[in-house]
């Protein structure tokens, strides 16, 4: 069965650490996505990457960068965490190609609070 | 910036009830998906509809494509406990790797 497996499932951290959330897929995806949902907003896209050390801004980069050194893992990184970070984390990949009928198989998110 | 819009965004109806799902945009997309997300969980695929007028049908659940592939539309026949979640709809245009995502639209079915 496929699987797309994040570090975490909740994480507290302070503001202005620096924050690593970690997500891996088991089904061999060239695509993976890093969302943050929250209420009333659906989820919105922050970063993708559609190969290995490739990577391309979404709908809301600022704070954020990933890391892609390898195909199964993609990690988001909160350079420095603020209050308005708090939010639910989703990673998803998907199947090589542009994103027409591509279904995005995700893991089951990361409730990050920043205090 | 292309939007999707989804109504309504609460609906609470009793057991055995039908109801609708909206998905609305002024964009143009070449497929779009349904997803339902459960507690805790990641959203899961329903269905993807690529072309416009398409209609198709999952047991009690049935999904249209609009003409113009500027919206969709989820019907649920004879609800069940089993159908509450969060409901998402979402977007794709060729030659894109982006999704946009719907508001969303959480559903309770009371037994």
């Known amino acids: 069965d496929v699987k797309v497996t994040q570090s975490s499932r909740y994480l507290v951290k302070r503001t202005g650490e620096k924050v690593f959330l970690e997500c891996v897929q088991d089904?061999?995806?060239?695509?993976m996505f890093w969302y943050r949902q929250d209420p009333g907003l659906g989820l919105r896209l922050i970063y993708f990457s559609y190969d290995v050390k490739m990577k391309e801004k979404g709908d809301i980069p600022e704070g954020y960068s990933v890391s892609r050194e390898k195909k199964e893992r993609f990690s988001l990184i909160l350079e420095s965490a603020s209050t308005n970070q708090t939010s639910m984390y989703l990673c998803a990949s998907s199947l090589w190609g542009t994103g027409h009928n591509q279904p995005q198989h995700f893991g089951d998110g990361t409730r990050l609070s920043i205090l | 910036t292309q939007l999707l819009e989804q109504s309504p965004q609460f609906l609470s109806i009793q057991e055995g009830e039908n109801l609708t799902v909206y998905c609305n945009s002024s964009?143009?997309?070449?497929?779009l998906q349904w997803y339902r997300q459960e507690p805790g969980e990641g959203p899961v695929l329903l269905v993807t509809v690529v072309t416009g007028g398409e209609v198709k049908k999952l047991k009690r659940l049935t999904f249209q494509f609009g003409d113009a592939r500027k919206d969709s539309s989820l019907h649920i026949t004879a609800a069940q406990p089993g159908d509450t979640g969060l409901y998402l709809c979402a977007g794709s245009t060729s030659g894109t790797y982006k999704y946009i995502f719907g508001t969303g639209t959480r559903l309770k079915v009371l037994a």
């Open positions: 089904m061999d995806h060239e695509n």
């Open positions: 964009s143009v997309f070449s497929s």
